[in-house]
């Protein structure tokens, strides 16, 4: 009996007539055995995951499978099980040290942790590669055999090995691209290359030759370059020390996640995830052209609000519901639209969107309030440089007071912070 139930049952027998306590110390005993055995840890071959151990263990090994989970949840406690089956298959089968760990989380007590990773559901299951969360929480089936395949994946090589010159003209343009020639495989630059591969995996192809067929791409040591899709003598050299992972990881990740991206409803909730509003090209699919525009405008007055909104265009023949909030429809494309996850607002002329200043002056205005403010209160004072009203594509006609913008349609992309994922998902 550890000290801590010794003194729960020393304060019961304060309390208690002694001859009482001594005829139902077993029924007592009982209780407090099952008491601290409902809210004890996971133990067994899932590793539970603390603040002592959690960074070191994310950080050293390539595949990390975490179980956010919660024991007064019942859906957490019928996942324990599969979860535990997983962890000693995974040790079975995964035998290189580093390579995969199964572990577990207990919000109730690890409650920092939850808050670091925004859980509010249990049980919720994410996935550390090479330290790196991973975009997407696993919300595929609960049983053994689907985490196992899905661990599977993940430790598949994300490395495409050309053999001869010739699988240089065989790469896919239509995707981006990073092309490395090494001497040697066993060195501590193609490790970190590996990492990084693994890490952006699902934002790039990483192509590698190695050897005596590439000795002409390594004669002033190891090369490694950018291939942006469907272009050709554009390549992107690599500056920088192939020893240091953080520097090549941010390189690779500026060139894998372009800063204007398509949504589409198989990413729609990968992107809902990363928290920031949207700001929204809905445009024809064959209107390459208004997109061209669209990039080249942000890329020259937006950059630097990559880290405060998201930079996306959508098929505005698909995406009708939103334009439908906007009062518009796919007649109307191309449309411009912010959703900041609470109301949509609608760039006022499209045809504007060249004019310097402009799309700038939108997004500072949702950052400022004044897209809020306005559609509650009305137009700020009018100054010699801000007409009253706006004319063509005006969101609601000048006899109409101002009312609350529409509510926001991508939010709903969002799973649920109420809902458990055992249930739903299984």
């Known amino acids: 009996m550890v000290a801590g139930e010794r003194r729960v049952v020393r304060s019961f027998v ?122 997407r929480e696993y919300r595929s089936q609960r049983s053994k055999d689907a985490f196992m395949n899905f661990l599977r994946d993940q430790v598949k090589d994300s490395i495409n090995q050309m053999q001869t010159k010739e699988d240089v003209q065989k790469i896919d343009q239509s995707k981006r691209n990073i092309i490395a020639y090494f001497k040697a495989v066993n060195t501590n630059e193609y490790s970190v290359f590996r990492r990084v591969a693994s890490a952006l995996r699902d934002d790039c192809s990483f192509h590698v030759g190695i050897g005596e067929n590439f000795r002409s791409e390594t004669v002033s040591g190891d090369n490694i370059m950018f291939r942006p899709p469907r272009t050709s003598g554009q390549d992107m050299l690599y500056m920088g020390s192939m020893l240091n992972f953080n520097l090549f990881h941010t390189w690779a990740q500026d060139k894998c996640i372009p800063l204007v991206r398509e949504i589409t409803f198989e990413n729609g909730e990968e992107l809902t995830e990363e928290g920031l509003p949207f700001l929204i090209l809905f445009h024809r699919p064959e209107d390459a052209d208004v997109v061209k525009r669209f990039n080249s405008i942000i890329s020259r007055e937006l950059i630097g609000d990559k880290g405060s909104v998201n930079f996306l265009t959508a098929d505005g023949t698909k995406f009708t519901h939103p334009l439908h909030h906007l009062g518009k429809t796919p007649k109307d494309l191309p449309v411009i639209a912010i959703d900041s996850f609470r109301h949509m607002y609608l760039f006022p002329n499209v045809q504007e969107v060249d004019a310097p200043g402009k799309l700038k002056q939108f997004v500072d205005d949702l950052h400022s309030g004044k897209l809020h403010r306005e559609f509650h209160h009305g137009p700020d004072k009018v100054t010699p440089q801000e007409p009253a009203k706006a004319t063509s594509g005006s969101q609601e006609p000048a006899k109409k007071a101002p009312t609350d913008p529409p509510e926001s349609t991508f939010i709903k992309l969002k799973p649920s912070g109420n809902r458990y994922s055992f249930r739903d998902e299984l």
């Open 14 to 135: 304060d309390t208690m007539d002694a001859r009482f306590v001594l005829k139902c110390l077993p029924f007592v005993l009982l209780i407090l055995v099952s008491s601290f055995s409902h809210t004890s840890t996971q133990t067994g071959f899932t590793m539970e995951l603390s603040r002592s151990n959690f960074d070191q263990v994310i950080a050293t090994n390539e595949v990390v499978f975490v179980n956010f989970y919660a024991n007064w949840c019942r859906f957490s406690q019928m996942l324990k099980p599969v979860i535990e089956d997983t962890a000693k298959a995974a040790r079975e089968e995964f035998r290189q040290p580093g390579q995969v760990v199964v572990a577990a989380v207990n919000c109730e007590t690890e409650d920092a942790i939850a808050k670091r990773y925004h859980i509010s559901k249990y049980p919720t299951l994410k996935m550390f590669r090479n330290g790196q969360l991973a975009k």
